[in-house]
């Protein structure tokens, strides 16, 4: 069974630092492009990062840009979120997802990922 399992969330403080992890079980996910998506309370899912294959091109929204760093182990088929200077606006559920590419032509569109994981739970209290 194919599936990406998230780690890594939990409740911060504002300012403070959280990294989530993502391993890809059933299948390698090592030629393929995988990212974050996250869904606040009341609000439609939303894009954060996404890396291509080999992490020579990555991608941010730009709530994100300068904090949050994606980045990944092809070696242990997992991708990671280091967030760093957490906002309120950050608590989110987070997914890990993997598209079936190499690249994605348009890596904030949800339909470009082929597989999502469950996601876990941010919290950042004021």
């Known amino acids: 069974q194919v599936q990406l399992v998230e780690s890594g969330g939990g409740s911060v403080q504002v300012g403070e630092s959280l990294t989530l992890s993502c391993e890809g079980t059933g299948r390698s996910f090592r030629d393929y492009a995988m990212g974050w998506f996250r869904q606040a309370p009341g609000k439609n899912r939303e894009f954060v990062a996404a890396?291509?294959?080999?992490?020579?091109?990555?991608h941010y929204a730009d709530s994100v840009k300068g904090r949050f760093t994606v980045s990944r182990d092809k070696t242990k088929n997992t991708v990671y979120l280091e967030m760093k200077s957490l906002k309120p606006e950050d608590t989110a559920v987070y997914y890990c997802v993997a598209a079936l590419a190499a690249r994605v032509v348009t890596p904030l569109v949800a339909s470009e990922y082929a597989y999502w994981g469950q996601g876990t739970q941010v919290t950042v209290s004021s």
């Open positions: 890396t291509n294959w080999n992490s020579e091109t990555t």
